[in-house]
Each structure stands twice: as C-alpha cells, then as structure tokens.
C-alpha cells in the first residue's frame, strides 16, 4: 500500500512539473514570439528540446538547485505514510497556485509556489522550516536577480543602440532577428537547468519520504528523465496566456531589445546554477530584463499598471502557496496519515 502512495506522490511532482513547463514557457519564448524572431511552434519545440538539455547539463554540473529543494527548507521525515502526505500536500498548493495565476495570466514564480507550498505544510505539520536557507536562498534571489535584469538589461541595450546608431534600422532589425533564436535557445537552457532540477528535487523529495532515498543520494536517472520530459512536455502544450503578458502587454518588444532581455536573463540563470546554486525564478528574471530594456525608449513606454500586478502576484505567490498546501495537508494527513 505503502508504494502505491509513493506512485501517486511521485505522478503529482511529474504533475508539477508538467504545470511548471506550460505555465513558464512563456519565460523562454515570449519576447521570440511577439518580435517574430520564431512562429510560436517552433518556439515551443525549441524550449521544449533545450529543456530536456538543460535538465541534463545541470544536474551533470553539480545539481545544486536539486540539492537546495531536497534538504534546503524543510526536512521530509522518512516515515511512509506521514511523509508522503507532506510532500502530496505541498505539491497541490504549488500546482492550485500555478494554475490560478495561469488563468488570469499572470507570470509568477512556479519556484516560489514550490517553496511557499514547502513552508506552509512545514508550519502546518510541526517540521522545522529552515528559515536561514529560505531568506538566503529564496528571499534574497527573488528580491535582487530582478533589479540584477532590470540593470544589466538597460545597460546592455544602451550598448547597443550607441554600437547601431549610424546603421539602417532594417538591417539591425534583421539581423537581431536571427541572433534572438540563438538568444531564446539559451533562455529555454537556462530554464532547463534550474526548474527541471526543481522538478528533479521534488521527485527526490518523495522517495526520501518513503524512505527510498536520502537528502544525500544522488539523482537517479529515470528522476532526471521522468522530470525533463514531464517539463518539455508542458513547455510544448504552451502557456498562451502568460505569453500575452510578457511579450506584449508589459512592452511592444522590437528584436535588439528581445535579444538583450533574453541574453540578460540566460546568463543570470547560469550564474545562479553553477556559481551561486539558488531556486532562482524564470519569471522574475525575464520580466525584470523586459522592464529594464523597455525602460530605455521611454518611461512611458513599460505599462507599470501590469508591471505593478505582476509585483503583486510575485509577493502574493508564497504566502498564497503556503495556505493552499497547508489547507491540503490538513484533512488528507486526517485520512491518509
């Protein structure tokens, strides 16, 4: 009975992750799409194989982001039934909060649904929350890789209007066109590396649980796997949307400022991988860059209206999370645990 449980907790964290793909697709290929760098199929193909790469890449490098989401928050007791209610529980208040935002289109952080929901159900069930690692590497990362985009955004598309102001306009357009399939590519890795080893984290999660694994253990294949595809899986059913609100309703994007948002947000998921390994947000990075490079046409030109409702659902997304898994876990512990 015991491994039946196991199977259903470990097909909802697939789950998860298969909402995490369709609901930050749009952190990948948005700015593509709506600058029509790429028709939105291939778009979504080309996040979906290059987050399949990147889910391997990271966890080859390190798996940092696994390890902070298996023993970075909360501890799972490995006690069956107990356990396993625990990480069921935190897995729906992230999935709720994931598709609530879906459907009112808002781009928040399925990163921050996962460690709201570790939160919530470590209060409700008497766990110790780590609140160190959870300032450190949640708090912080998600307070600063924002202003960090913001910044390196804007400068980076101050460089290159003053490198294109003698060339023609058409041409610059063309050729930022070509170099945003490389620059979106790079985006859909980025988001490969971190949120399929968040997937990978939860997955090990549920096998701490039920005591086939410990927060030491390495990664089995078929969790890597099972994860990446479950996460390219979703990216390929898409997250219309979201898409909307990034790529048109926050700014009209042109393709340099495509280019440099997307460049921007890849290299600071890199560096959160592999030289500082945080649970970092797709969502809060890209959206960050998109209001940076906008910033430099006008003030006017970002519509701070839906760039305050998206800061609205980012602050929302945690506590929202950890009510949504602390409600799950309460009558589902009374039956089950």
């Not at 890449?57 to 007791?77: D, F, H, M, R």
């Not at 898409?238 to 309703?249: A, D, E, Q």
Request: glycine share 12%; hydrophobic share 55%; net charge positive.
């Amino acid at each position: 009975m015991l491994n039946f449980w196991l199977i259903v907790v470990i097909l909802v964290a697939l789950g998860f992750a298969y909402t995490n793909g369709f609901h930050d697709s749009a952190n990948a290929i948005a700015t593509s799409v709506s600058t029509r760098a790429l028709t939105p199929r291939i778009a979504l193909l080309m996040a979906g194989v290059m987050n399949l790469l990147g889910a391997w890449l990271g966890l080859q490098l390190g798996g940092g982001v696994a390890k902070a989401v298996t023993s970075g928050i909360i501890g799972v007791p490995p006690d069956g039934s107990r356990g396993l209610v625990i990480v069921f529980a935190l897995l729906a208040g992230a999935i709720t909060w994931n598709l609530a935002t879906w459907y009112y289109g808002l781009p928040s952080s399925s990163t921050h649904a996962l460690v709201g929901g570790m939160v919530g159900v470590g209060l409700a069930s008497g766990l110790r929350v780590n609140w160190s690692g959870v300032w450190e590497k949640v708090v912080l990362p998600m307070l600063i890789s924002p202003l960090v985009g913001f910044a390196l955004a804007f400068a980076l598309m101050i460089g290159i209007l003053w490198a294109c102001r003698r060339a023609r306009p058409g041409r610059v357009t063309r050729n930022f066109r070509m170099a945003q399939t490389v620059s979106a590519a790079g985006m859909a890795l980025g988001h490969g590396i971190q949120d399929a080893q968040k997937s990978m984290g939860v997955v090990m999660l549920a096998l701490i649980a039920g005591g086939h694994a410990t927060s030491k253990s390495a990664v089995p294949w078929w969790v890597l796997w099972a994860a990446a595809l479950a996460i390219s899986a979703g990216t390929c059913a898409g997250g219309w949307r979201i898409m909307r609100t990034l790529g048109r309703k926050v700014i009209e994007l042109d393709p340099p400022r495509g280019f440099a948002a997307e460049t921007v947000a890849s290299l600071v998921l890199y560096f959160t991988a592999f030289i500082y390994p945080a649970p970092v947000s797709t969502t809060h990075i890209i959206t960050g860059s998109i209001m940076g490079v906008g910033a430099t046409k006008r003030r006017s030109a970002v519509r701070w209206g839906v760039a305050q409702n998206i800061v609205i659902a980012w602050l929302l997304t945690m506590p929202a999370a950890a009510c949504c898994a602390a409600i799950f876990y309460y009558p589902t512990h009374a039956i089950f645990g």
